[in-house]
């Protein structure tokens, strides 16, 4: 019930986007921005009009996983509105590119200024926007959560046993929300070396996820030179090429949100 009194109070921003939604992991550094900004170039790819919201105000990686031209949020003084940037047809708006150096904020303040980026943003009519949500499930991800209408829900995890653990508490915090979690993006599951496969962080805890969650999709991303590469590079691995092994497996996600 929540959701939908917030809903009915939608902000006009938020309003022209049919889908929203959130890429998530429970720790930094498993590749959650890695699969939210290729997820987005593989919808645009298949037509659709597609913006990516940045959520992660402590680490935002938008700005180095894309290279806009335009690399400053412009504000309309008139609305008070902010005016995304744009890179190959994909408008993006991240708290790196309002012009200021990394934040030291308190939590309360990060929803704020989160929730103020995504609500006044004038993204248009989208078919999705991809919300690249901050690691965890604290009070930041929840406030957001109960703000934004999401659609559907792609966590993002390596394969450790460990890992394991934080991934039943995203399901849990998405699954209480009512938010429909519809694939998990185990990362860098294994590499090819000499004609053999390696899986340096052992096997089978995303299956686990799957089966114990009803989670319907579980994709594995490979550890690819080229993924990091690509990262660093500011062209998004699915654009640079779109015939690869990647974004095969990102097509196949597309289909599912
Ligand atoms: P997060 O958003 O979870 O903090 P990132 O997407 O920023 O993680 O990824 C962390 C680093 O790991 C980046 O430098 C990224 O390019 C790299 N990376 C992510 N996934 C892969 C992969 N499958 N193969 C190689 N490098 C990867």
């Known amino acids: 019930p929540a959701k939908q009194?917030?809903?009915?109070?939608?902000?006009a921003g938020l309003q022209t986007?049919?889908?929203i939604i959130a890429v998530s992991s429970c720790k930094g550094g498993v590749g959650k921005s890695t699969v939210a900004v290729n997820l987005a170039y593989t919808l645009a790819?298949?037509?659709?009009r597609v913006g990516i919201f940045d959520a992660d105000v402590y680490g935002p990686s938008l700005p180095t996983m894309v290279s806009p031209e335009n690399r400053l949020l412009e504000m309309n003084p008139e609305k008070k509105t902010i005016i995304p940037t744009e890179y190959m047809g994909v408008k993006m708006v991240s708290f790196g590119f309002a012009g200021q150096g990394r934040a030291i904020m308190r939590g309360p303040m990060v929803s704020g200024v989160?929730?103020?980026l995504l609500t006044t943003t004038e993204w248009g009519e989208l078919d999705y926007l991809v919300i690249d949500m901050p690691p965890g499930t604290g009070d930041i991800q929840l406030t957001l959560c109960q703000v934004v209408p999401l659609t559907a829900a792609v966590i993002v995890t390596t394969p450790q046993k460990l890992a394991f653990i934080d991934v039943a508490k995203g399901v849990r915090m998405f699954s209480k929300l009512k938010v429909?979690?519809?694939?998990?993006?185990?990362?860098m599951c294994h590499f090819d070396a000499d004609g053999k496969r390696f899986y340096p962080f052992g096997r089978g805890s995303g299956a686990q996820v799957v089966e114990q969650f009803g989670i319907p999709h579980l994709f594995d991303l490979p550890i690819r030179p080229t993924l990091s590469a690509s990262g660093d590079s500011g062209i998004p691995e699915v654009v640079a090429d779109p015939q690869g092994e990647v974004a095969d497996i990102f097509q196949n996600l597309g289909v599912c949100v």
Do not use: D, K, R, T
């Not at 009194?5 to 902000?11: K, R, S």
């Not at 790819?45 to 659709?48: E, N, P, S």
């Open 114 to 116: 989160i929730n103020q």
């Open 180 to 187: 429909p979690c519809v694939a998990v993006v185990e990362n």
């Open 5 to 11: 009194i917030y809903a009915a109070q939608l902000p």
């Open 45 to 48: 790819g298949m037509g659709a």
């Open 17 to 19: 986007i049919s889908n």
